[in-house]
């Protein structure tokens, strides 16, 4: 028994940082955090040494060390051998290739501004927010520039682009210019989804108007206990739901109490179903409620080499300038009526969507770095660094 | 042979690696899991439906409308200044063509290019990140660098924005004016440079017999003085050795940063396949080759369980951690989901283009002209794609669906092709990979085992 090895499946990776250490098991996409003394034997079966060795490198009792191994076995974490073994990590793909940002690349979500206005007066309207991107936000009118707007809609529907995302203000204010810009993208041959983010209010009106295009309406909600809105309530987007089913997706607007509110069952959380496919609330034990989601594979290695929100990403706005993300007006990457689009692609967009937390002072040395999505938008306008972070959910 | 193997660590740990998903696991936790091995009926099915004519056609047909076209290259010449003795084009391979005085015209590099661009455009808008890649190829390409200017200025000309250019040189050949062009136009360069003046000269020569090491060096410290940066960022060696090199020798030059010799990006092992090339070297010459080897082998073994990795040289970069590392990173836990070539390394014919001074589309600069894929004046065939694939399939493909190391295979049409189609040559050389794959996995596995890290490994 002295000189058994545990090994940890294949599925399970551990990630080892000067700050903490994180267990990453792929079987079903939990994340646990470790504390220092499973860090330390952990990292130690990974150099090959069995229990005694552990048990006498780090000066406690044999038992002790057999407890905290067997509860890795029992959770079908590990397994326990005779001999030392090399149990290789999981891997997805062609690593080597998948690095290279040229291979394959996907826009996942397109932003394209086309309305300053909106119809309501929503307190926190201007507040800065986490993941402002699937919200609305009213500004002062000025002039669209339609053209250089279905310029870049002609030249992004024959990428490879899944989603595009028409925002303001609030769109459904002008449903013939929303229509027009949404009829241009299928005539153009865009075959993915399409997205509205709307305050809701004006979602009867014009369901039918676009039926046709097969639209999805992103909705902001917050809890009125929280914030004064004008938002829609949650009975009058549960009566949306039931009527529009699926097309109806909702964003959830936290506020730093309505984080408290994971009970809150009656809405699903949209916002993140779009980029993950669930969200877990007591995945560390210590951190309940923080909204890490789960981390397969895929996402794993993706947050390794990639930004977790902007890789993928564009925006352009009302005016024609394009950026990296809707809400990095600082980032201007140039006008639609430069022909920027090739010099943007091949020399500027690479810098933001291979931005992985790993190149972020704060997270580099965080084991957690590969579950945590980030905001860099909300970051950049907090503290103008775009590799500085300084909002962190698992402080 | 069926998609597996196992094998056993020096430490007596049995493993086995599945080709299907391509893992490696202990041999007594994959006993508790059900897998089939055996993919006959797959790859029936699969060879059923590519002989259906048409198939291969619409395939490729249908993968152009987002793929293909990455890079052009342009065999401008087919003469050399030099005669190095193991050339692909040195009358020592009997699939290969031999120099010649064939060069090319500006109007076929002209039609190549506009084939190339126009297709190119198309493929960019499926991926922006994409530039338009052309690499200039001979016998030695600098002998027309007239044209190569004009193709560059015609390019620069119809293309918006950045072109990457590039070749590979024996070096001989440079005055200031083309060392100055090639810094304006951002030239990558890859000089073929096997070693020390002894070990370059043994085999790189010119038509006199002379050899090169002393004009090369001199070119090089003219590239340095003009422009250093250039130098050290596009400017790079490419060595090639074979068992009469003194291996300890190369690994000195090599591990030693010098001032005026480009870093190295490869080592590659003169082509066995198709010549008598090794039969020049005794038994003796052979063991004491293998020996060194081993030798080098186990420094290197001792350097990473030692060492920081960091503090690597260039040749155990190039010798030993790249091989080992695309071991290590073999695909993983995907489907390999082409069903045209499902196996061997080959790419899919119109990945890259390559075009000879006649004006004929090839699939690589390395294969031979036995199989063209269309002509600069009427742009890719179909029909010639799918003859040369179905001539692929049933030369080579075909024995490889029992293939125990699918996922580490990195032959392709340039080894496998004859003058008349495909074949192995020596007949046992994916035996031979295979043995060697399974050795290295076998000392990988044992040095993880005994405590190297992943961390430690790779970079």
């Known amino acids: 028994m002295d000189n058994k090895y545990l090994s940890l499946f294949n599925n399970c990776v551990f990630v080892n940082e000067t700050r903490n250490s994180s267990l990453y098991d792929f079987k079903d996409g939990s ?253 560390l034990k210590d951190n309940k409620g923080l909204g ?104 | ?98 120099h010649s005085s064939n060069k090319m015209s500006f109007i076929t590099a002209r039609k190549a290019v506009d084939l190339y661009l126009k297709h190119f455009i198309k493929i960019k808008r499926r991926n922006l990140f994409l530039k338009p890649s052309v690499t200039f190829f001979g016998g030695e390409p600098l002998l027309e660098f007239e044209l190569i200017k004009n193709i560059v200025e015609y390019m620069k000309k119809i293309y918006p924005t950045e072109i990457l250019f590039s070749f590979t040189t024996n070096g001989t050949i440079l005055n200031k004016e083309i060392i100055n062009f090639l810094i304006e136009n951002k030239f990558h360069v890859v000089f073929s440079l096997n070693g020390d003046k002894n070990e370059h000269d043994r085999l790189r020569v010119r038509k006199n017999g002379n050899g090169t090491f002393d ?40 591990s030693n940063e010098k001032k005026y010799i480009p870093k190295l990006s490869r080592i590659n092992k003169i082509n066995g396949s198709y010549t008598n090339w090794y039969s020049r070297y005794s038994e003796d010459q052979r063991k004491q080759y293998i020996n060194s080897c081993e030798v080098l082998k186990n420094e290197y073994f001792k350097f990473l369980n030692t060492s920081n990795i960091n503090e690597e040289t260039e040749f155990n970069k190039y010798f030993f951690e790249i091989p080992l590392r695309m071991l290590f990173f073999r695909p993983q836990n995907n489907k390999q989901n082409n069903p045209i070539l499902p196996f061997s390394a080959s790419c899919i014919p119109g990945d890259k283009i390559s075009v000879s001074t006649a004006g004929k589309i090839y699939c690589c600069e390395r294969v031979n002209y036995t199989f063209d894929i269309g002509d600069v004046d009427n742009g890719i065939n179909l029909e010639n794609i799918s003859y040369m694939l179905i001539k692929y399939w049933d030369s080579i493909l075909k024995k490889c669906f029992n293939c125990p190391m699918t996922r580490f295979c990195t032959f392709c049409y340039a080894i496998f092709n004859t003058k008349e189609g495909f074949d192995r040559d020596p007949n046992n050389i994916c035996e031979n990979k295979f043995k060697k794959v399974k050795e290295e996995i076998t000392d990988l596995w044992g040095m993880f085992e005994d405590g190297l890290g992943e961390k430690q490994f790779v970079r």
Request: glycine share 4%.
């Open chain 2, 1 to 98: 042979m069926s998609r597996y193997f196992t094998f056993e660590t020096k430490n007596g740990n049995e493993y086995i690696y599945n080709d299907l998903d391509g893992t490696i696991s202990p041999l007594e936790i994959s006993k508790s899991k059900k897998i089939e091995y055996d993919c006959i009926e797959e790859f029936e099915k699969n060879y059923n439906r590519v002989m259906n004519k048409g198939y291969i056609a619409n395939w490729v047909n249908e993968y152009y409308n987002g793929n293909g076209f990455k890079q052009l290259n342009l065999i401008i010449t087919e003469e050399c200044n030099l005669r190095c003795k193991y050339c692909s084009f040195s009358g020592e391979y009997d699939n290969m063509r031999i």
């Open chain 2, 215 to 254: 004009k090369i060096y001199d070119n090089f410290k003219k590239i340095a003085d003009i422009d250093l940066q250039y130098f050290n960022e596009n400017c790079n060696v490419l060595a090639c050795y074979d068992t009469g090199t003194d291996m300890f020798g190369l690994k000195d030059f090599f």
């Open chain 1, 31 to 283: 994340v646990y955090k470790l504390d220092m003394l499973n860090s330390e034997v952990i990292m130690l079966t990974k150099k090959g040494y069995s229990v005694l060795e552990i048990s006498k490198k780090i000066g406690m009792g044999l038992n002790y060390i057999m407890n905290i191994l067997n509860n890795y076995v029992e959770n079908e974490l590990g397994f326990f051998s005779e001999n030392k073994l090399f149990i290789e990590e999981y891997k997805i793909g062609n690593i080597l290739l998948n690095k290279d940002i040229s291979f394959n690349p996907v826009i996942y979500r397109c932003f394209i501004e086309i309305s300053y206005a909106c119809g309501l007066n929503c307190d926190f309207c201007d507040d800065e927010k986490i993941n402002q991107c699937y919200l609305c936000h009213k500004q002062g009118e000025k002039k669209i520039n339609t053209n250089g707007i279905k310029k870049f809609i002609n030249f992004i529907v024959n990428t490879n682009c899944l989603s595009l995302v028409f925002h303001g203000g609030d769109p459904l204010l002008n449903p013939e210019l929303l229509k027009e810009m949404i009829k241009f993208s299928r005539n153009k041959g865009f075959n993915g989804k399409i997205f509205v983010i709307t305050n809701g209010k004006n979602i009867y009106k014009i369901y039918d108007y676009l039926e046709e295009y097969h639209v999805y309406y992103i909705i902001p909600y917050i809890d009125k206990n929280y914030m004064k809105s004008e938002l829609l309530s949650v009975d009058e987007i549960i009566d949306l739901k039931n009527k529009y089913n699926d097309t109806i997706k909702i964003t959830k607007l936290f506020t730093p109490d309505s984080f408290k509110l994971k009970e809150e069952k009656e809405i699903y959380f949209d916002y993140f179903s779009l980029k993950n496919p669930e969200i877990v609330y007591d995945l």
């Open chain 1, 292 to 395: 890490i989601p789960k981390v397969d594979a895929n996402r794993f290695y993706h947050n390794k080499y990639r930004h977790p929100c902007l890789y993928g990403n564009l925006a352009i706005d009302l005016l024609g300038n394009i950026y990296p993300c809707p809400h990095m007006k600082n980032d201007n990457l140039g006008n639609i009526d430069e022909n920027v689009i090739y010099d943007i692609f091949e020399n500027k967009l690479v810098e933001y969507w291979n931005l992985s937390l790993s190149k972020l002072q704060n997270c580099s040395d965080c084991s957690l770095k590969y579950a945590c999505t980030d905001c860099r938008a909300y970051e950049v306008n907090k503290h103008k660094e775009i590799s500085k972070k300084i909002i962190c959910p698992l402080k």
